[in-house]
């Protein structure tokens, strides 16, 4: 069976990798400058229809699969445990992870994303998307969001932009749509926060619009630990802040390591 999802090794190492997890509309390499900055093994995932796992027979849409996927491709690496970090899209997979593999899961890592389920009018439009870059077979509906989800000062900076317009025009349609089909149809996992006993890191930029700060703290507060709030940042703070992201991941390793 062709695996949907494709491994990445960004850094050698030996021991418990980190596993680093994707946001929507990009792929793997948006962690490119937060894994350098960080120590051991460093692996990063292209979900399915996205970066490199594209070309490929798609499942029916739902995050659920994208998680299997993901167990099964570390699994077939050597993989048992890893600690699991994602970042929007990546942090609904991750937290399907914790819930369907939780053997798996030795530290989770949730970054500008939500445990909630869609709103019906945010599932809508995600439906919408999803018909329209089909139906033009371009991602044309999606590249605006190389700028929407930037904080403000990461919107001054031409290069980023770029970069971000590169990584999502890159994409196929056909993976756009399966991505937002199956993060429309996601449930609500905040029951799985309140269950999760591993060492957890919730962080956000304070200038996240679709994940904002009040509720990466309530996540924050199911699990028992301190948001951390990235001042300058939007939503894509991997890319706007790698820095920050790096040492915030490294702490989390370090607490998942001992």
Do not use: C
Request: proline share 7%.
């Amino acid at each position: 069976m062709t695996a949907t999802v494709t491994l990445h090794a960004l850094r050698p190492g030996t021991g418990l990798p980190l596993v680093l997890l994707h946001a929507f509309p990009l792929d793997s390499r948006m962690w490119a400058d937060v894994a350098p900055r960080l120590d051991g093994p460093v692996l990063a995932v292209d979900l399915p229809g996205l970066g490199a796992a594209q070309g490929v027979a798609l499942p029916e849409p739902s995050l659920e699969a994208a998680a299997d996927a993901v167990a099964a491709v570390l699994a077939e690496a050597g993989h048992r445990r890893a600690v699991v970090a994602g970042l929007s899209m990546g942090g609904y997979v991750a937290l399907a992870l914790a819930e369907r593999h939780p053997g798996l899961v030795a530290g989770l890592g949730l970054l500008d994303t939500k445990a909630t389920a869609d709103t019906d009018e945010a599932r809508a439009n995600r439906l919408r998307v999803a018909d329209a870059v089909e139906s033009s077979g371009t991602v044309d509906e999606v590249l605006p969001m190389a700028t929407a989800l930037l904080g403000a000062a990461s919107r001054e900076r031409p290069e980023l932009v770029a970069r971000l317009e590169a990584l999502i025009g890159g994409q196929p349609a056909a993976g756009v749509a399966w991505s937002q089909r199956a993060m429309a149809a996601r449930p609500d996992r905040t029951a799985v926060l309140a269950g999760y006993r591993g060492p957890a890191l919730v962080l956000v930029g304070d200038e996240d619009k679709p994940t904002p700060v009040a509720e990466a703290r309530g996540m924050a507060a199911a699990l028992g630990v301190e948001a951390v709030v990235v001042p300058g940042a939007g939503h894509l703070t991997a890319v706007e802040a790698p820095g920050a992201v790096a040492a915030a991941l490294g702490e989390l390793l370090g607490r998942a390591r001992r």
